[in-house]
C-alpha cells in the first residue's frame, strides 16, 4: 500500500491536469456506455466522480503500466447506487496527460485500507 501523502500528491497532479486539459478515456468494452448508463453516469459525472476523488477512495497502487510508457497506474473506488465503481487512473510519461483506464461496476469486492469505518 502506498503512503497516504503520496497518494494525495498523485491525486493532487492529476486534478490539476484534469482542470488545465481534460481527460482521456480509454474506449474499452467495460467502459462502455451502457455500463454507465446502468449506473445513470453521463460522460460529465464520469469526469466530475473523478475530481471528486479522496484519499480514502484508493484501493491499490501504485501499480505497473506498460502501455503509456511505464507510468504508474492508480485504482480508486466509489460507491454509486449501491455498486461499486472500479477506477483505474494514470499519468501518461508519454504525453502528460490524464488518463482512465478503467471506470466500470466493479468485478469482485474492492477494499479500502484507508477509509475509516463507521
Known amino acids: ?9 498523485f491525486l493532487q497532479e492529476l486534478k490539476a491536469i484534469i482542470k488545465s486539459f481534460g481527460i482521456i478515456f ?9 455500463n454507465l448508463a446502468d449506473l445513470s453516469i453521463t460522460a460529465k459525472m464520469r469526469e466530475e466522480l473523478i475530481l471528486n476523488l479522496e ?9 505497473e503500466e506498460t502501455q503509456q510508457g511505464g507510468t504508474e497506474m492508480w485504482v480508486f473506488g466509489k460507491l ?12 501518461s510519461k508519454m504525453t502528460g496527460g490524464a488518463v482512465c483506464i478503467s471506470f466500470h461496476k466493479a468485478e ?5 485500507p484507508l477509509k475509516k469505518s463507521n
Open 1 to 9: 500500500m502506498a503512503d497516504k501523502l503520496v497518494i494525495k500528491s
Open 108 to 112: 469482485h469486492p474492492m477494499e479500502f
Open 80 to 91: 454509486i447506487k449501491g455498486q461499486q465503481v472500479y477506477i483505474k487512473l494514470t499519468i
Open 55 to 63: 484519499v480514502e477512495d484508493y484501493s491499490e497502487g501504485p501499480l
Open 26 to 34: 480509454f474506449n474499452r468494452p467495460k467502459n462502455n456506455i451502457q
